[in-house]
Nanobody
Framework: QVQLVESGGGMVQAGDSLRLSCAASGRAFCNYVMGWFRQAPGKGREFVSSINWGGASTYYSDSVKGRFTISRDNAKNTVYLQMNSLKPEDTAIYYC????????????????WGQGTQVTVSS
């Protein structure tokens, strides 16, 4: 089992940028597909992005494509989500997740989850 801890959330204004980090501990990080999801108030959890084991392949939801970039550093056991041109509708708790399936975009593809980090974007 891998343990995941997100960081980097905060309160920003529309148009600003944030970078989220997710540090993993436990079994070999390079064996995991990593993903980011988010949950806005009163809504279900939504897929944001995922990245394969080596980082060569990435996948994005249409709502963030072109604005967000996922990356990973296997030497540091960390996955990142660079979020640019943030919008108020990006406000949510952002969760990091780990799994073994690729291409991965469903909750069911990720058995391990972090506790989440809050991102709030004001207009």
């Amino acid at each position: 089992q891998v343990q995941l801890v997100e960081s980097g959330g905060g309160m920003v204004q529309a148009g600003d940028s944030l970078r989220l980090s997710c540090a993993a501990s436990g079994r070999a990080f390079c064996n995991y597909v990593m993903g980011w999801f988010r949950q806005a108030p009163g809504k279900g959890r939504e897929f944001v992005s995922s990245i394969n084991w080596g980082g060569a392949s990435t996948y994005y939801s249409d709502s963030v494509k072109g604005r967000f970039t996922i990356s990973r550093d296997n030497a540091k056991n960390t996955v990142y989500l660079q979020m640019n041109s943030l919008k108020p509708e990006d406000t949510a708790i952002y969760y990091c997740a780990a799994g073994h399936t690729w291409v991965a975009s469903s909750d069911n593809d990720f058995p391990s989850w972090g506790q989440g980090t809050q991102v709030t974007v004001s207009s």
